[in-house]
T-cell receptor, first 113, second 112 residues
Framework: GESVGLHLPTLSVQEGDNSIINCAYSNSASDYFIWYKQESGKGPQFIIDIRSNMDKRQGQRVTVLLNKTVKHLSLQIAATQPGDSAVYFCAESPDPGRRALTFGSGTRLQVQP | EAQVTQNPRYLITVTGKKLTVTCSQNMNHEYMSWYRQDPGLGLRQIYYSMNVEVTDKGDVPEGYKVSRKEKRNFPLILESPSPNQTSLYFC???????????FGSGTQLSVL
């Protein structure tokens, strides 16, 4: 079956640097994508979402880029802080109107002081 | 405060002893869902509910039951738990299906 995947299981960055977390998806019918952040011992927390009619969307210190041609999604975090250390999941909506999201296995972001 | 509340936070039980994990949301969301999270496997959907009295299987429904008698509550029932159901469980809700999900804090279940 089709699934959401992530390129890197662990990403280590220096505090203050920009972080880029990548995600590949294979379902061309997916029209909605979300990034979640999960800190240790907590439930996933919504960061930002994007619909397939957009290429880019910006939030506070975060930007999501969508490349439908190569089925690629990325999350950019500007000026990464220690509080950004967490596992990040991308998720896609492969079956609008019936089911919810299909999640990737996650990327761990480690911010070095 | 808008939230999804699930209880208990931690649960240790033995094989075959029926248990229920409760989930409640105060956002008047139509859609609710249960996920389990296992190392290396990510979040996998167990069951979901589009609205009151409407439930359906997700990707890994075997060994689980759910009910949706009220809009705010969506309990997860394990009639006869087995060790392979040891996992971290999350309840989530959204205004509609395929919208951003709001997650509870999780229930860590251990079945001995």
């Amino acid at each position: 079956g089709e699934s959401v995947g992530l390129h890197l299981p662990t990403l280590s960055v220096q505090e203050g640097d920009n972080s880029i977390i990548n995600c590949a998806y294979s379902n061309s019918a997916s029209d909605y994508f979300i990034w979640y952040k999960q800190e240790s011992g907590k439930g996933p927390q919504f960061i930002i979402d994007i619909r397939s009619n957009m290429d880019k969307r910006q939030g506070q210190r975060v930007t999501v880029l969508l490349n439908k041609t190569v089925k690629h999604l990325s999350l950019q975090i500007a000026a990464t802080q220690p509080g950004d250390s967490a596992v990040y999941f991308c998720a896609e909506s492969p079956d609008p109107g019936r089911r919810a999201l299909t999640f990737g296995s996650g990327t761990r972001l480690q911010v070095q002081p | 405060e808008a939230q999804v509340t699930q209880n208990p936070r931690y649960l240790i039980t033995v094989t075959g002893k029926k248990l229920t994990v409760t989930c409640s949301q105060n956002m008047n969301h139509e859609y609710m869902s249960w996920y389990r999270q296992d190392p290396g496997l990510g979040l996998r959907q167990i069951y979901y509910s589009m609205n009151v009295e409407v439930t359906d299987k997700g990707d890994v429904p075997e060994g689980y039951k759910v009910s949706r008698k009220e809009k705010r509550n969506f309990p997860l029932i394990l009639e006869s738990p087995s060790p392979n159901q040891t996992s971290l469980y999350f309840c989530a809700s959204s205004l509609r299906s395929s919208e951003k999900l709001f997650f509870g804090s999780g229930t860590q279940l251990s079945v001995l």
